[in-house]
């Protein structure tokens, strides 16, 4: 029995917004909303959830005979939860049917392996969490980012405990040899490695809609005949490809979907293969030899190197000064921070500043909101100029002029009254008012309960009130408290709806004493 | 006394120096009591229209109730003749625009890099041969109309001050507000240096808008000097008034660098200066506002550099966003190749923005209370922006001083000026 190992590649970056000059320091959002959520929702109609139904049907189908893995970047599975609620279902329900497998991957999608190891590590980790949590499993073969793959990035993930990875099977790692074996990693011989057969993964992925190709129609039959026409001796074919093949790249008008929902039939009529996931593969296989791989290599392009994301000066520069950030952002002690730094790292920001425009032009066309890598640079750039500007702040209180320091100290009070808030609400969770039964109390009692209230408390629960709310409060604050309380909500910037919540519900605990 | 004014550009839609000119003289001239009769180039994007086209106040979308455009209107007579010459274009840069606008319908993509040229119509296979249709009509305008001096604003429309000339026999005065020269250094395009070239010899008298250019005209183009006048530039007092004030979000330091990304305008050497800078003193950002063929350059030479954490590019910018760029400013940088005169550090200096200027350019002659440096010269450029970021004394007088020549350069003043030439040559 042959082996066909199914992997496919789920990824959506946060995409940008145009960020200009003008917004370095007074802007502090990065991510066009509506892009981003526009372009969720047309590939999860166009490609997920039609394919991932296709996929449950075969598995219903054919049992445990089919199988197929993905890889899911954390941004793709934060942009789910975002827009897409049901895709998210959708994969849920085909991870419950046991012939599905979920592999790691960096969180943010990153090229952080080629820079930083802490860093790697980290995402990793969040990556393994976030499946974990999602799907059920921990994964335990790696993919990284644009199957980048070297053997030192092959040590420090057998370092992580995987004991599969997923990578390339460029010609010139490979010389003579087939990518059709399993293979280890000459530094850790415990990571086994499995790499794409880029002929056929490409023929479905790239040629299936070519008119020009010779070999246009592709049929199952055709492919089935391909798969047995390769050497009895070679024991897996690795098809490796964007799972935005189906439906996205390769329109259903192309016939994708029927051939994707007959494949798996005709392989079962026509040859001796059958299907399996990426660990199976490594349990059921004797791996052949070492691969020496120096220098990283990765899926893209002609060249299979890293030039689609580094090396022309623009991604260079883009990417050290993100980089030389770690140090500053691992100490900062804010969510947004932390979420943004993710964010930023994804490497489709990088593979928009990419200069070599002509042989895979049309590739990277296809995936590039911006009309130039300059432009991409340039937006790029100027949010990390303002990212830099929050990180140092946050990181570096000991430059602040009087004014700031002035303005830290009432915001760490500010915090210090909210952790009072939430401290409160701890012992006394027996509430016995809603807090728009404000409108209820007589004049004299809202009176009393405001005086009760710390500004602060009530700055927060006045954020996004209902207006009628609202008033009740206007008609009965004095002019000094309602002075106060107007500067300190001018001072927040962020507002956390926990916040609003625990300070609601301090008043409503206060209510509760009248 | 009446003008036939071949000029460009007409209020709200200025996008450069040469129509900010044009406009301000047009005025100054109204002042002193001249009459006008203002011919435009333009574009309709209507094939049938008639080759001329009377424009009424009411058809143009400005706030006709300010009083200083009631009374502009009333003098002037303005005309539109169908024409796809635009300014600011090189022969070859038209070439190119043309040529995809018909490869690419009027479909070209908006990016905030490109200064967008509206063409449309039958006309425009290459510059030239639109100029010279220009020309034609211009001869047409001339038996048509009553008048007793011709004015033609720089080289595209030469040829039309030539062929007004000769067809109604009055005198006709060329305003040189740029030459070959300024455009494209040594490598001037041999055409247009012609054009230039018959132009001044044609005219009775040439109007140079500094003495730097006067030198030019005098050497390069073999221009007898009792023929060749300089008249400065003023600066419209209007954005005075206009000014807005923007909150600063930034805490460094800003040095900008506002116009055309290209060669005339040495955008290199700003970015080599800054580059200087910002290897001393990190509290700085370097801006560079605007667009053009050296863009692309310039922002890999900053990836180059390594010093895009400090070096910005903003793109394009019109109305109130170049406002806002002087108004963020702390330092702003001239640092033209060849600039005949150059208004862009006058509105700085409006904005209360102490400015650095090329030795070669002729708003130098006018400013004393600027920092002069010779465009070449990065260090002392960087020695410049340096002083002026570090020593409030120094840029606190420069915009006090600075301030108060500013306003001395009314555009009434160069109407006068320009007034009293047209008399010397009548009477």
């Known amino acids: 029995m042959r082996n066909i190992c199914f992997y496919f590649q789920v990824h959506q970056p946060f995409r940008l917004k145009t960020y200009r000059f003008f917004d370095i320091g007074a802007n502090h959002y ?131 405990g995987f004991n599969t990875m997923l990578t390339e099977g460029a010609k010139h790692i490979l010389g003579w040899k087939s990518p059709n074996f399993l293979y280890y990693n000459p530094i850790n011989p415990t990571l086994k490695l499995l790499l794409k057969n880029f002929q056929l993964s490409d023929d479905i992925a790239f040629r299936f809609s070519q008119q020009t190709w010779g070999e246009w129609p592709l049929t199952t039959e055709k492919f089935v005949d391909w798969l047995n026409n390769v050497d009895q001796k070679e024991e897996i074919i690795n098809l490796f490809m964007d799972y935005e093949t189906f439906g996205e790249h390769q329109w259903p008008e192309t016939g994708i979907f ?5 494949l798996p039939g005709k392989v079962f009529a026509n040859s001796n293969y059958s299907f399996v996931t990426p660990s199976e593969a490594t349990k059921k296989l004797q791996p052949v030899a070492p691969i020496h791989v120096p220098y990283p290599i990765s899926w893209a392009d002609e060249e299979r190197d890293l030039t689609a994301w580094i090396g022309n000066e623009l991604q260079d ?51 590039n909101p911006y009309n130039s890598p300059y432009e991409a640079f340039i937006n790029y750039m100027n949010i990390i100029a303002d990212f830099t500007i929050r990180v140092e702040e946050k990181y570096n209180n000991t430059t602040m002029s009087n004014q700031d320091v002035q303005k830290n100290i009432e915001q760490i009070e500010i915090k210090q009254t909210r952790k009072q808030i939430t401290s409160n609400t701890q012992t006394e969770d027996n509430r016995f008012y809603k807090i728009d039964q404000i409108i209820g109390f007589s004049d004299i009692k809202t009176k009393k309960v405001i005086k009760d209230c710390k500004p602060e408390v009530l700055a927060y629960a006045f954020m996004d009130m209902d207006e009628k709310i609202k008033e009740k409060f206007m008609k009965n604050i004095t002019v000094r408290d309602l002075k106060v309380v107007k500067t300190i909500m001018e001072n927040i910037t962020k507002v956390n709806s926990s916040d609003i919540t625990e300070s609601r519900r301090t008043i409503e605990n206060i209510m509760a004493k009248y | ?78 005309l539109e003749v169908y024409s796809n010459i635009v300014p600011y274009l090189s022969p070859e840069e038209y ?86 020269f300024d455009r494209s250094g040594e490598n001037i395009n041999q055409n247009v240096y012609e054009i230039e070239k018959k132009g001044m010899d044609a005219a009775d008298k040439i109007i140079t808008v500094s003495n730097y250019t006067r030198d030019i005209v005098i050497e390069r183009y073999h ?133 650095i200027i090329s030795k070669q350019s002729g708003v130098s002659e006018v400013l004393r209370h600027a920092i002069k440096v010779d465009f070449w010269d990065i260090d002392a450029m960087a020695d410049a922006i340096y002083g002026i970021l570090h020593y409030k004394a120094l840029s606190d007088v420069f915009i006090k001083y600075g301030k108060i020549e500013v306003d001395n350069l009314k555009w009434e003043h160069v109407g006068f000026k320009v007034k009293g030439l047209y008399e010397e040559m009548l009477y």
């Open chain 1, 317 to 367: 520069q883009a990417f050290d000064t993100l980089y030389a950030l770690r140090d500053k952002v691992i100490q900062c002690d804010s969510f947004d921070i932390l979420k943004d730094w993710k964010y930023l790292q994804t490497s489709d920001h990088f593979y928009y500043m990419c200069t070599k425009w002509f042989s895979d032009g049309d590739v990277h066309k296809y995936f």
């Open chain 1, 30 to 160: 990065y991510y066009d909303d509506y892009q981003n959520n526009y372009i969720m929702n047309r590939v999860a109609n166009k490609c997920y959830l039609p394919t991932n139904q296709i996929l449950l049907d075969l598995i219903k189908e054919y049992g445990t005979r089919f199988k197929v893995a993905f890889s899911i970047s954390g941004c793709a599975l934060d942009q789910f939860e975002m827009y897409a609620p049901d895709v998210l279902k959708s994969f849920q329900q085909l991870a419950d049917t046991g012939c599905v497998e979920f592999i790691g991957e960096t969180y943010a999608h990153s090229l952080s392996a080629l820079k930083n190891k802490d860093e790697f590590e980290y995402q990793v980790k969040k990556h393994s969490e976030k499946i974990q949590a999602l799907f059920g499993q921990q994964p335990k073969t790696f993919r990284n980012t644009e199957l980048i793959y070297s053997d030192q990035i092959g040590a420090m993930v057998a370092n992580l």
């Open chain 1, 258 to 262: 029927e051939f994707l929902k007959a």
């Open chain 2, 1 to 78: 006394m009446k003008v036939l004014m071949f000029g460009w550009e007409f209020p709200p839609h200025i996008t450069g120096g040469l129509g900010t000119a044009c406009y301000g003289l047009t005025r100054g001239l109204l002042k002193s009591g001249v009459e006008i009769l203002f011919v435009v180039p333009k574009a309709y994007g209507d094939e049938d229209s008639r080759y001329v086209k009377m424009v009424s106040a009411s058809d143009v979308e400005i706030n006709i109730k300010e009083k200083l455009f009631q009374e502009y209107w009333k003098q002037i007579t303005y």
């Open chain 2, 223 to 355: 221009i007898n000097p009792d023929k060749v006048v300089t008249v400065h530039n003023a600066v419209d007092q209007i954005a005075n008034i206009e000014r807005l004030e923007y909150k600063r979000h930034l805490q460094e330091k800003i040095v900008t660098f506002l116009g055309r990304v290209t060669f005339q305008k040495g955008p290199d050497y700003f970015v080599e200066a800054a580059n200087k800078i910002i290897q001393k003193d990190k509290n700085v950002r370097f801006v560079m506002a605007g667009s053009g063929d050296m863009l692309y350059r310039m922002i890999k030479r900053v990836a180059q550099l390594k010093i895009a954490t400090h070096f910005h590019f903003t793109g394009f910018l019109q109305g109130d966003d170049v406002l806002k760029m002087y108004s963020l400013s702390d330092v702003y940088v001239m640092p033209s190749v060849s600039e005949p005169f150059g208004i862009s550090p006058l509105e700085a200096l409006m904005s209360n923005v102490p400015v």
């Open chain 2, 95 to 180: 070439d190119r625009i043309i040529n995809k606008e018909e490869f690419a319908g009027s479909d070209s993509q908006e990016s905030i890099f490109s200064k967008k040229y509206s063409f449309s119509g039958k006309y425009g296979s290459s510059l030239m041969s639109e100029v010279a249709r220009y020309a034609l009509t211009a001869s047409k305008l001339a038996t048509e109309n009553e008048f007793d001096i011709i004015h033609a604003h720089d080289w595209l429309t030469y040829p039309a001050g030539i062929a007004a000339k000769s067809a109604s026999g009055k005198p006709l005065i060329i305003h040189v507000h740029a030459t070959e």
